[in-house]
């Protein structure tokens, strides 16, 4: 039997070779929450919009990307990275403000979750626990 030699598409050792942050990058642009992200930012409505939904939600998956073990882990990152605090998407120009504190990261996304409801293509992944990993 004759096998026809390919080059794979890509290989793991090129995402391996990436930096951490492009690593998330590639995880934020391919994830299927847009439904998830825009029923909570529908439920916000006119709310209150100090940390934006999308900040917050962007954030909780860059604290399962990078296992931290708990959301103020996660927060003391992005009060020391400037870099992932643009990455997932909070203002620039506010600082270390820009980062929310534990309560508002996790009231918002946890009661909202509750109610969200998400079409089953979306594959929507289970709900974050306050214990990241």
């Not at 939904?53 to 959301?71: D, E, K, Y």
Request: aromatic share 6%.
């Amino acid at each position: 039997m004759a096998t026809i030699a390919q080059k794979p598409l890509f290989g793991w050792d090129q995402i391996e070779a990436l930096g951490d942050l492009k690593r998330l990058q590639l995880v934020l642009e391919n994830l299927p929450d847009e439904p998830l992200v825009k029923k909570l930012e529908q439920e916000r409505d006119r709310g209150r919009d100090r940390y934006p939904i999308r900040a917050m939600w962007n954030a909780l998956i860059a604290g399962i990307v990078f296992q931290h073990p708990t959301v103020e882990a996660l927060l003391r990152e992005l009060r020391r990275n400037a870099q992932l605090r643009q990455v997932c998407g909070f203002e620039v120009l506010k600082g270390l403000k820009a980062v929310p504190n534990s309560w508002a990261l996790m009231n918002r996304n946890t009661s909202s979750r509750q109610e969200a409801t998400v079409s089953p293509s979306s594959t929507a992944r289970p709900p974050v626990s306050q214990n990241l990993t």
